[in-house]
């Protein structure tokens, strides 16, 4: 069982070869950015969570900063469906609007820095 776990380990993190290697060759393209030429305020959120699987949380946050927020509402959203926190409904709309703030935010300052292209 040891040994297993250590092989798929070492699949999904192989450099040369594996999971994370294939993903970073297969990204989505975004029709947003095809069409109009500039990052949409979601660009960014799939080489953040491949940087996030692979232990970059720095280069994870600057890719985009609400990776970490939004996987932390997700496993909240999935905990509180199983036992029904008592403010669980409050929590997450909570989450909801600062995760949409930190978008916003980031959105804003790519486009004073000139970083959209």
Wanted: aromatic content about 14%; overall charge positive; charged content about 10%.
């Amino acid at each position: 069982m040891k040994g297993t776990i250590i092989l798929l380990a070492l699949f999904f993190l192989s450099e040369s070869k594996g999971v994370i290697n294939w993903l970073q060759n297969h990204l989505l393209l975004c029709p947003f950015k095809q069409t109009l030429g500039i990052d949409c305020p979601g660009c960014g959120i799939q080489r953040s969570i491949l940087e996030l699987v692979q232990g970059n949380f720095i280069a994870s946050f600057k890719l985009y900063p609400a990776t970490l927020p939004i996987i932390t509402l997700f496993i909240f959203t999935i905990v509180h469906l199983k036992f029904d926190f008592k403010n669980g409904a409050f929590f997450i709309k909570m989450l909801y609007i600062g995760i949409t703030l930190i978008i916003v935010i980031n959105y804003i300052y790519k486009i004073f820095t000139h970083q959209l292209i």
